[in-house]
C-alpha cells in the first residue's frame, strides 16, 4: 500500500468521510468531540496537496457530526447531520454557516444521503426516532416520514439506479426497501440477528445490497430472492461500522469496523478477502471510495486521524 496522506484533528474523532464528487481529492469528514456522546462537531473540507491533507475549511455545529453527504447539483454544497436531531446546509464558498437548518427528528440523525438520480435533487436521512424523511433541500421541511422500523436507523442510503428508491439498515436486524411513489416499504429483509449498523447499493447491479452487522458479517441481498443472502463475507472481529461498494468494480467493496481495520472484498472470488489495513489505533467510522481516482480510498477513525491511501488490492485490478 501506498503511504497514507494523514490528518489529525485533535479533539475531533472522525464518524464519516466522503469525496466530493466534482472536484478530484476533495473530501469531506463528519467529527465529533469526546466520541459524540457530549460536546460539539466539527465539518472539515479537504484537499489533498503534495505533502498530504490540508484543510480547506472548517465548520463547527453544536453537537457532533454523525454522517455527511455532497450535494449532486452543487460542487460546493453538503448536509450533514447530527446528534440534535437536525440536519445542516453548508455552502464551502462561504466561510461561515450552516445555510439552513432542517429540523424535525426528535433524536439523533445517523445518516444523510444525497439522491443520485438525475432528476430529482431530494435527501433521506435516518434517526434514533425509528423514522426515515425525505427532504428537497430547497424547501425548510421535509416531503415526507416513514415510520416501520422498530428501533433506531443506523444507514439510509437512495437507489443508483431507481428514482424514488431508498434503502435503510436498523437496530431492528432488518433491511428496508422504501419507494416515494407507493409511499412505504416494499421490502422487509430480516437480514441479521444482530443490529444492522450500514448499507449499500452494489452500483452495477440495481438488485444488489449488501449490509453490515454487529455480528461481524457482510451479507449480499438480492431483491428478486431476500430468502437467503447470495453472499456472506466473515473476517472482522467486531461490529461493521460501515460499508461500501466500488464504483470502479462490480464485486468489489470495502468494509470499515471497530475491530480498527478496514478490509476489501471481491464477493466473486472464492476467496474474497483481498486485503486488510490496519492504519488506525481506535474504532474505524467513516469510508469512501473515490469517484475519480479508481484505487484511492478514504477513512476516519475515533483515534482523530483522517487518511487517504491506495490500498495495494485496488492498484492492481484491472479496471
Not at 56 to 82: A, M, P, Y
Not at 190 to 211: F, G, M, R
Not at 262 to 275: C, I, Q, T
Request: aromatic share 12%; charged share 20%; hydrophobic share 40%.
Amino acid at each position: 500500500m501506498s503511504a497514507a496522506r494523514t490528518l489529525r484533528v485533535p479533539g475531533r474523532h472522525g464518524y464519516a468521510a466522503e469525496f466530493s464528487p466534482y472536484l478530484p481529492g476533495r473530501l469531506a469528514c463528519a467529527t465529533a468531540q469526546h466520541y459524540g456522546i457530549a460536546g460539539c462537531g466539527t465539518l472539515l473540507i479537504l484537499d489533498q496537496n503534495e505533502t498530504g491533507l490540508a484543510i480547506f475549511r472548517s465548520f463547527d455545529w453544536n453537537d457532533g457530526l454523525f454522517d455527511v453527504t455532497w450535494s449532486e447539483n452543487n460542487e460546493h454544497v453538503l448536509i450533514t447531520c447530527s446528534g440534535d436531531g437536525s440536519l445542516q446546509l453548508w455552502d464551502t464558498a462561504k466561510a461561515t454557516g450552516p445555510l439552513q437548518v432542517y429540523k424535525e427528528h426528535t433524536q439523533e440523525v445517523y445518516s444523510v444521503d444525497w439522491s443520485q438520480t438525475r432528476g430529482e435533487q431530494l435527501v433521506v436521512s435516518g434517526s434514533w426516532d425509528q423514522t426515515v424523511k425525505v427532504w428537497d433541500p430547497t424547501v425548510g421541511q421535509s416531503l415526507c416520514t416513514f415510520r416501520g422500523h422498530e428501533s433506531v436507523i443506523y444507514s439510509t442510503i437512495w437507489s443508483p439506479h431507481i428514482p424514488g428508491c431508498f434503502a435503510s439498515a436498523s437496530g431492528d436486524q432488518t433491511l428496508r426497501i422504501w419507494d416515494m411513489k407507493a409511499a412505504g416499504v416494499r421490502i422487509v429483509i430480516p437480514a441479521h440477528q444482530a443490529e444492522i449498523l450500514s448499507c449499500d447499493w452494489c452500483k452495477y447491479n440495481e438488485n444488489l445490497l449488501v449490509t453490515g452487522a454487529v455480528d461481524c458479517s457482510l451479507r449480499g441481498w438480492d431483491l428478486r430472492n431476500v430468502r437467503q443472502p447470495v453472499f456472506e463475507l466473515l473476517g472482522h472481529s467486531y461490529a461493521i461500522r460501515r460499508v461500501k461498494f466500488s464504483p470502479f468494480h462490480a464485486s468489489v467493496l470495502a468494509s470499515c469496523s471497530y475491530d480498527f481495520t478496514v478490509r476489501f472484498w471481491n464477493f466473486a472470488k472464492s476467496d474474497p478477502l483481498l486485503e486488510t489495513v490496519e492504519h488506525h489505533t481506535e474504532f474505524t467510522c467513516g469510508l469512501d471510495f473515490s469517484l475519480q481516482s479508481p484505487s484511492q480510498v478514504a477513512d476516519c477513525s475515533w483515534d482523530e486521524t483522517i487518511k487517504i491511501y491506495d490500498p495495494a488490492c485496488l492498484t492492481v485490478i484491472p479496471a
